[in-house]
C-alpha cells in the first residue's frame, strides 16, 4: 500500500499529486440525495454497490443513511469490507471454485452474506461448503434481462434453479437479481426507459412463476444510478444497486435526466509538469492514474484548457489562451472518465472540504479480484 | 496490499483468478534476448525501464544481465526499487514541486539517482534541494525529438538548460533523454525505421551542439522495445530503456519485425465463472484486472474462443464449437492488451515454471503514481 498523499489539516493546494479526491460538501449531498430518493419508493430499499468506492468508511455511511447494506462482486471486496465494520454485505456474482467458494461460507459465520447463483453445479459447490462450516446461505438466481452477461433465462430455468437451491439444506432461497448494466449508460431518458420497462416485464414475470411453484422472493435486487428511479417505480424490484451516485464521472455526466442530479465529487488532481510550448500543458497523471475505458478525462473549472492525449504516465493538454493558462507546478483536478475502475488505481482517498483535508480513507478492497 | 493468488510449489491449476502470472522460461528468454542484442552494440547499455514490471527482483534479473540500471517514471517508483536493492535508477522524467523534489534527493544520498529536466525554473528547485542535504544529482535535459509531449526544442534551448545545470553548484549535466514513444507502437517496421532515423538525427544534432558549446554528452538515454534496435545502431545513443520486451503484450504482438522476437511471457489468468448459453462463457476477470487503453486483451491456446466484451468485472467470450467449449470453473489464460497498465493493477506475479507455481514476486512499486 502507497503512503497518503497528504496529511489532515493540510491545504488541498499541498495534496501531493495525482491523487484520487473527494469533494465532502458534493459526496455528503449525493448521499443524502439517493437516500431521500428511494424512501419515496415504499418496499424499496438501497443496497449500494460497493465496487464503485472500496471503501468500509463509504459503506458505512451509506448504511447510516438508510441502505439495507452494500453488494460487491468478489468474495475479496467483501472479507475486506466485513472487516472494515460492514455486516450486510451480498456478493452480486457468481463465485466459482472451492478456495473462493470456502472463503465466502467462512465470511457467512462472520456477516450477513449472500451470494448469486446461475448453475446447478455451482449450488452443490456452495452447498457442500456451507454445511462443512454450518451456515445457511443465501443464495439469489440471477436472472439475464438484456444484459448478455450472466445469469439463466427468467423463465422455467429460473424456477428449476430457485427450487435447487430450495433443496439444498445448507442453502436459502433468497430471490432473485435482475441487473441491465446495458441500461445505466444509454444517454437518452426515454431509451433508458424503454430498456427498463423491458427489465421490470421481465422481472415480473419470473417473479410471478416462482411465487405459482411456491418460490416467493423475499428479494428482487438490480438497477444502478442511470436507471434506479425506474426499477424503483416498476413495483417489482425490492433493492436498488446504485454505486456510481456517489461520486459520478465524465461518462454519467453524459447521462440525462434525473442521474443529473448528482454531482461531480470524485476528482484526480494532478500538477503541470511540464510546460514545453505555450500551447501545451503535461500533467503528471495518465494511464496509471486514470481509467480512459470510458473515454478520457476532463479537465474541471479551467475553461479552454483540454485534454488532448492520456500516455501511460502523463496527459497532454492543449491550452487555448496561453496568457492565462495553466503554470508549471500548478494543480489540475480532473474528472474521471469512468470512477469504478480508476478508483482501484489508488489506496486513498483524500478527503477536501473548504479546500482543506478533513480526513483520509483508505481504499481496502482495491486489488481485490479473487 | 492483497494475499498472493498462490503458494509456491502450487499447480498453475489451482491459483485463485484473476492472477498475473509470469511464465519464467519465455521470461528468462526475453532477459537474455535483450541482453545479447545490447552487447552487440559497442558503447550501447540497457537501460531497462522499470515502469513496465515495478518489481525489484526483475529489475536485478536485468542488471544482472548486464544492464547499467534501470529507469522510471515516478518517485515512488524510484524509492520502492532502491528499497528493493536496486543501487542505479534514472527518473526518465520531470520531478516538479518540493515534497517529491525532496524526496528525489533523498533518495540520491543512497543509490545512484539522476532525473530529467525541460524548465530552467525546475532547475533551480532541484539545485537547492540537493544543496540542502549534501548531494550532486545528475541531470539530463530531456528533448523533444518528435513525441510533442515533454522536453525542449533539441537546439539552442537545450544547449542553454544543459548549461544551466552545469552551472548549478548541486547539478551535474549528465547528457540528453530523447525518447519518442510514439514510434514504439507503428506496427510498420519502416514507419518505425524511417521516425528513429529523424531522432538520431536530430539527438545527433543536439549533442553535437553541446559538445561545441563544451558541454559532453556522458549519457544519450531513450529508445524502447518497438525500436531499440534503431537507436542502438546510430550511433549517438549510448543506453536504450526498454521495458515491454520483458513480458510483451497484445499490441506489441502487432509489432512487426525485431521485436517478434520477444515472447509473450505475462498472463492475466482467469476463471470461467459463468456459461450461461452454449456460445457465450464469462470470465472472473474485467477492467479492473485488465487494461484496455490499447484494446481488448487475446485468450491464450483455444481458437474458437474469443473476446467480446470487457466489462467492470466480467470478460465475455464467445465460444464457436460448444461441444469442446470452456466449462464451468475452467482456467483461461488471457494476454494482456497494455502490459504496463494492467501490471499496475495487480500486487503480485504469480511466476510458472513447467506448469507449476515457482516464486511470488511482489509488485512492490505498484500504484507509486507520486
Request: charged letters at 20%; one cysteine or more; glycine letters at 10%.
Amino acid at each position: 500500500m502507497t503512503p497518503p498523499p497528504a496529511r489532515v489539516g493540510q491545504p488541498a493546494t499541498e495534496i501531493d499529486t495525482p491523487a484520487l479526491v473527494i469533494e465532502l460538501n458534493a459526496y455528503e449531498r449525493n448521499l443524502d440525495r439517493m437516500a431521500r430518493g428511494v424512501a419515496a419508493y415504499p418496499g424499496v430499499r438501497l443496497r449500494a454497490h460497493a465496487k464503485t468506492h472500496k471503501c468500509a468508511v463509504i459503506a458505512r455511511h451509506q448504511i447510516a443513511r438508510g441502505a439495507v447494506g452494500v453488494c460487491c462482486q468478489k468474495v475479496g471486496e467483501a472479507e475486506a469490507l466485513v472487516d472494515g465494520g460492514v455486516d450486510d454485505v451480498l456478493v452480486s456474482n457468481e463465485v466459482v471454485g472451492r478456495a473462493k467458494i470456502e472463503r465466502l461460507v467462512a465470511l457467512a459465520k462472520r456477516a450477513a452474506v449472500g451470494v448469486c447463483a446461475d448453475d446447478a453445479g455451482n449450488l452443490r459447490g456452495l452447498n457442500s461448503a456451507a454445511g462443512a462450516v454450518g451456515v445457511q446461505l443465501p443464495v439469489l438466481v440471477e436472472v439475464d434481462v438484456g444484459a448478455g452477461r450472466c445469469g439463466v433465462a427468467p423463465g422455467p430455468a429460473a424456477v428449476a434453479l430457485a427450487r435447487a437451491i430450495a433443496e439444498s439444506p445448507n442453502l436459502r432461497f433468497a430471490g432473485v437479481q435482475a441487473y441491465q448494466g446495458k441500461a445505466q449508460h444509454l444517454y437518452d431518458a426515454d431509451q433508458r426507459r424503454a430498456a427498463v420497462d423491458e427489465v421490470n416485464r421481465q422481472t415480473a414475470a419470473v417473479v410471478q412463476l416462482l411465487r405459482e411453484a411456491g418460490l416467493p422472493c423475499a428479494v428482487v435486487t438490480g438497477a444502478g444510478t442511470g436507471t434506479w428511479q425506474f426499477e424503483a417505480g416498476g413495483g417489482v424490484f425490492t433493492e436498488v444497486q446504485a454505486g456510481s451516485y456517489v461520486f459520478m464521472d465524465a461518462d454519467y455526466g453524459r447521462v440525462d435526466g434525473f442521474p443529473r442530479e448528482f454531482e461531480q465529487s470524485l476528482f484526480v488532481v494532478t500538477t503541470v509538469m511540464s510546460r514545453p510550448t505555450p500551447g501545451r500543458a503535461v500533467l503528471d497523471a495518465g494511464l496509471k492514474s486514470l481509467a480512459v475505458d470510458s473515454g478520457p478525462p476532463l479537465v474541471h473549472g479551467r475553461p479552454g484548457v483540454d485534454v488532448v492525449a492520456v500516455n501511460d504516465e502523463h496527459t497532454i493538454l492543449s491550452v487555448a489562451d496561453p496568457a492565462s493558462g495553466p503554470r508549471l507546478g500548478e494543480q489540475i483536478w480532473l474528472v474521471p472518465g469512468h470512477c469504478d475502475p480508476t478508483v482501484n488505481l489508488f489506496d486513498w482517498y483524500a478527503c477536501v472540504r473548504n479546500e482543506r483535508v478533513e480526513a483520509l480513507w483508505p481504499i481496502v478492497a482495491r486489488g481485490a479480484v479473487q
